[in-house]
């Protein structure tokens, strides 16, 4: 198979089976590589497809990518690899949705972005997001964002999913 075949998703699929692709293409991708710039692109443009071959709301993802740090000490993020329009660049710990993922190590889950304090808008057409942290001995490493132009784009089956991702892509780079 050529590499570019792993984007591809099966026409009527279910989420489960959506995520379960990402999760498999990427482990494999992983294959002797541990580069995070490398793994995250793959790993963003594997997700971007996937939700583009899912039905509304999962279609209206406008947003999909990593933050990182520069450093093991930083306490800010900085955009890493994504698909979708340009974004803001760093956002320090504590800032909007990924802020707030990153400072409490717990997945945030936002139906409604206006509805959250502080939230950062990088593009005035996302309406809800999914943030999760990615956490390797107890540290922060990067974030996972995924934005919806539609209120409600995400629930729990992608928190659950996104979030095991969090854990294989923790486990197969090495950070910064
Ligand atoms: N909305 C995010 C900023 C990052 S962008 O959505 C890509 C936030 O509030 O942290």
Request: proline fraction near 5%.
């Amino acid at each position: 198979m050529v590499h570019a075949d792993a984007s591809n998703f099966a026409a009527n699929i279910t989420k489960e089976e959506a995520y379960q692709q990402v999760l498999d293409q990427a482990e494999g991708l992983f294959y002797e590589q541990r580069n995070w710039v490398c793994n995250l692109s793959n790993c963003a443009a594997l997700l971007w497809h996937a939700f583009k071959s899912l039905p509304a709301p999962s279609n209206q993802v406008n947003w999909a990518g990593f933050y990182t740090l520069n450093h093991p000490s930083s306490t800010e993020l900085i955009l890493g690899p994504f698909q979708g329009k340009v974004a803001c660049q760093t956002i320090a710990f504590g800032r909007g949705v990924c802020g707030a993922a990153a400072s409490t190590k717990t997945t945030q889950l936002v139906p409604d972005v206006d509805a959250f304090p502080g939230h950062i808008a990088c593009d005035g057409d996302s309406k809800s997001e999914i943030v999760v942290p990615i956490v390797v001995d107890d540290k922060v490493v990067a974030i996972i964002d995924v934005d919806c132009a539609e209120l409600n784009g995400f629930d729990e089956v992608d928190q659950v999913w996104l979030e095991k991702l969090a854990g294989l892509v923790g486990r197969s780079c090495d950070w910064p």
